[in-house]
């Protein structure tokens, strides 16, 4: 039985855009909307929570739907910029959402996905974070100003 991420759903498209899961397969979910291209966080708390670089896309919090939600467990970020918290599998500790305080968004791990997801690296951000062992020469942009990045939804 699939749960709504959030208790209304309004204006949510039926068909499933993309689907994933924890790794033990506890926590599943399906997107019923549009995905955000992938951002690679560098903030600490990124890389303390999944041991580097976060790779997150995202969708609207009413396009999420979790499965089974008995294993999903939240965490307060504590030093969130956001105010945000961290979503993940309890059973087995995956890394899968992450939602800023008052967002209509969820950010969903990216490795998380079944494959193909059809998504694509669109920046770094938070590099100022990055840990001295991380090498950022692959030609993305650093830090853009969010209103100038060539994020695309699809």
Do not use: K
């Amino acid at each position: 039985m699939l749960l709504r991420f959030y208790d209304h759903v309004v204006g949510s498209n039926p068909e499933v855009r993309a689907t994933g899961r924890c790794l033990c397969g506890a926590v599943t979910y399906e997107v019923r909307g549009p995905l955000r291209d992938v951002l690679l966080c560098h903030c600490i708390e990124c890389r303390r929570w999944g041991g580097s670089a976060g790779a997150f896309t995202a969708t609207r919090a009413e396009d999420l739907v979790v499965g089974e939600t008995s294993a999903l467990r939240w965490i307060d970020s504590p030093d969130s910029d956001n105010g945000a918290r961290r979503g993940f599998c309890g059973d087995c500790g995956s890394s899968l959402f992450w939602q800023a305080a008052r967002s209509e968004r969820v950010g969903i791990a990216a490795g998380t996905l079944d494959a193909p997801t059809g998504l694509r690296v669109a920046a770094h951000i938070y590099t100022h974070q990055a840990g001295d062992y991380e090498r950022l020469e692959d030609g993305l942009p650093l830090d853009p100003d969010r209103s100038t990045i060539d994020v695309r939804w699809s």
